[in-house]
Nanobody, 123 residues
């Protein structure tokens, strides 16, 4: 299973970017999908997560500005980022809980990460 992220770049404060992350490979289904970010010198933090049923959760710092969505038919998760601030500058990573293994009648999920995409917001 591979997660391929795209859409990062350089934008001025107040601008917008849309990130995409597509899962490919052999698997049965995908549970939660999400976005994390890591700024220089800081730990990786959760930005937003969405369940397979569309329930979302956001970090307080991005509520009202970012929107996470997914296209289950295309195994893709999106992050629409509006009103960007310099403090949003970070490498953004997509994450997915993928059901990809079966043993007998049971199926198991594993966590996968995308390669990261740089988002830089200038003041």
């Amino acid at each position: 299973v591979q997660l391929q992220a795209s859409g990062g770049g350089l934008v001025q404060a107040g601008g917008s970017l849309r990130l995409s992350c597509a899962a490919s490979g052999s698997f049965f289904s995908i549970n939660d999908m999400g976005w994390y970010r890591q700024a220089p010198g800081k730990e990786r933090e959760l930005v937003a997560v969405i369940t397979s049923g569309g329930v979302t959760n956001y970090a307080d710092s991005v509520k009202g500005r970012f929107t996470i969505s997914r296209d289950n038919a295309r195994n893709t998760v999106f992050l629409q980022m509006n009103s960007l601030k310099p403090e949003d500058t970070a490498v953004y990573y997509c994450n997915a809980d993928v059901v990809d293994t079966n043993k007998g009648w049971r199926r198991y999920a594993h966590e996968y990460w995308g390669q990261g995409t740089q988002v830089t917001v200038s003041s």
